[in-house]
């Protein structure tokens, strides 16, 4: 692995990850240059290890594509932590860590004897993070789950579709990948504080609640007008046209969003002023809004036999917002994304080839860091004959043991 050159650099985390938000956290961190080590058993595998796209479709657990993009510049050691000497060995990596992430449901670290009690008796200033769905207290903490029904719970759930029909959601576990951000951004605060005062500390990262954050402006309405925001679909309150609108081509679309005259007017211009934009009362935003589903019919009928990044092209020269509704195989091929350097490709031991994408945030002065994602317990040895100075006679009764499994 590649020395590290980031603002996280002499750092060390020990993550016990599953699924997303855990493995993304620490994931983020070893792209800011620290040591991630990433504790996993055969016996229960993390989730996504099978979870497609697969090297030539192939299922294994270290063929998953997922899996990479989650857990890229990782070290992986592979320690059954219901074996005895297994957590002995996680408590003795623990010892070695500043940082240990995990994000099993509450109670489970408690379970195998790796609660911050336990941990802190052998790294006393250490700094722990625990970013289950619910949070670590409370009647629904122990519940297991997934992103889909916590999306719900936040609230998002409920706005997103259309007014006459069922919630549609947003796609994915949404707040699987909004926390991780809010996790790195806790996790460096405590560094701070441990440098300042000699002290670690224990953080309790709730997804639910940093997914209720994002509906501050449904909870101020409802608690100033005690009544709650609808459905909406693509409308907004404040702005007109406001939509997606088709495009030439299977399944393009161009987002357009005309929030003030001047925008309006470029749009205008963009369509070679027709007779019917041309109406007084479209020059203000009252009276577009009065008219949106017209507008929307009409700006349909523009975009329709036109490339979707034409139209952005054209919009965004003329200062109106506009954006091409990217698939996935336009985001690989993003100039945007490519030119900031964005994408990487590493070697992988059993897939080849593979892309990664980056951590979005650059550092002028220590740049960012992508290496390869590890294959399950791939550096149990190295870590356990070099960070633990194991003998080989140990390793080898660990083994047999089934502590290392």
Sequence with gaps: MAASTGILEGVR???????????????????????????????????IRSFTPFKDGKQGLDNSHFFARENAGKKSVSLNLKHPRGREVALRLAAHCDVVVENYTAGVMAKLGLAYDDLVRVRPDLIMISSCMYGQTGELSTMPGYGMPLTALCGLTHLAGWPDRAPCGPYGAHTDYVVPRLNLLAVAAALDYRRRTGRGVYMDASQLEAGAQFMAPALLEAALTGTSPTRQGNRDPQAAPH?????????????ISVRDDGQWQGLVRAMGAPAWALAPELDHREGRLARAEE???????????QAARAVMELLQGLGVPAGAANDGRDLGQ?????????????????????????????????PQRVERSPCLGEHTRELCLGLLAMDEAEYARLEQEGALE
């Design 13 to 47: 985390v020990l993550e016990f990850g599953w699924a997303v938000a855990g493995p993304l956290t620490a994931s983020w961190a070893a792209g800011y240059g620290a040591e991630v080590i990433k504790v996993e058993t055969r016996t229960r595998p993390d989730i």
């Design 295 to 305: 507008l929307d019919h009409r700006l349909a009928e523009w975009t329709r036999p």
């Design 243 to 255: 939509g997606v609108y088709p495009c030439a081509g299977e399944d393009r679309w161009v987002a």
């Design 334 to 366: 993003d100039p945007q994304l490519i030119h900031d350097g964005y994408y990487a490709r590493r070697e992988h031991p059993t897939m080849g080839l593979v892309d990664y994408a980056g951590h979005s945030l650059v550092f002028s002065a220590a």
